[in-house]
């Protein structure tokens, strides 16, 4: 446990409502509490995906626009793609069944230092093996991990709130491989957010702890830099891919291979 770090979840005011949420859950530095109404989210055909903001206590945290960029960028085109499986994805300034609102409330940023030292130590000795595969793995250095915490929630066409979901999640020394990067923990974590969050509004059920499903070509297709199911999506970047994989790998900063957003035509 001395190898993870640890963000409380706290109500910041983001949501319509925190009613409707269910008790605290999780373990090893990940909480997390819940709604989801399954029975209307099964009626949804169209999705859009308001970017993702932060609240002034995590944008304080991390100095540059386009490290917090970064981050929010990860986490909404991972969200898009998955959502795309099951649902229509519209761009923002279209109207839609559904709308997805995130807001990063904390962020605890990654050592860079400690992250290059972790980096030294671990190549040669493991690199290769898949950082999302639970404890295995060479041990990165345990101090100077990140962090991040997320509140976000899906309203229908008449604001109404359908899901919700407070997350967070502390970087761990077996897990989470250390990247030369403020936000190179909350890049990864990110994803890991938008692959709950994503779970419950595809099976409007919580997630399971461990997701074991094969991936649709949608999802390999975007992990690979390709275009997405869905051009909404672009308006968040494309995947770097395999680049990115041996990158990451490497300890390299996300900024150098992540792929910027395209401008989408007016609609």
Do not use: H
């Amino acid at each position: 446990m001395a190898g993870c770090t640890s963000i409380p979840l706290a109500e910041s005011g983001t949501l319509t409502s925190y009613a409707n949420l269910s008790p605290q859950k999780g373990k090893f530095g990940k909480k997390r509490r819940l709604y989801v109404d399954g029975q209307q989210l099964a009626q949804i055909k169209t999705v859009r995906i308001i970017p993702t903001s932060f609240s002034f206590n995590a944008a304080s945290r991390i100095k540059l626009q386009a490290d917090r960029d970064l981050v929010s960028d990860a986490l909404d085109r991972a969200l898009c793609v998955a959502l795309s499986d099951k649902y229509e994805l519209v761009p923002a300034s279209q109207r839609a069944d559904l709308t997805i609102r995130s807001v990063v409330t904390d962020i605890v940023p990654t050592n860079k230092g400690v992250a290059a030292a972790a980096t030294v130590a671990s190549v040669g000795g493991g690199f290769m093996i898949p950082s999302d595969i639970p404890l295995v793995g060479i041990p990165r250095i345990p101090i100077g991990l990140g962090g991040l915490a997320v509140e976000a929630e899906a309203t229908d066409s008449s604001n109404v709130q359908r899901a919700a979901m407070m997350w967070s999640r502390g970087a761990n020394f077996l897990q989470d491989k250390p990247r030369y990067s403020e936000v190179g923990d909350a890049y990864g974590l990110a994803t890991k957010f938008a692959s709950d969050f994503s779970q419950t509004l595809i099976t409007g059920k919580e997630p399971k702890m461990l997701d074991i499903t094969i991936p649709s070509r949608n999802r390999v297709q975007s992990w690979l830099g390709g275009k997405p199911k869905y051009a909404a999506c672009d308006a968040f970047g494309r995947a770097p891919g395999l680049v990115g994989k041996v990158a990451g790998n490497y300890g390299l900063p996300p900024q150098w291979t992540d792929k910027k957003p395209k401008t989408l035509p007016a609609q």
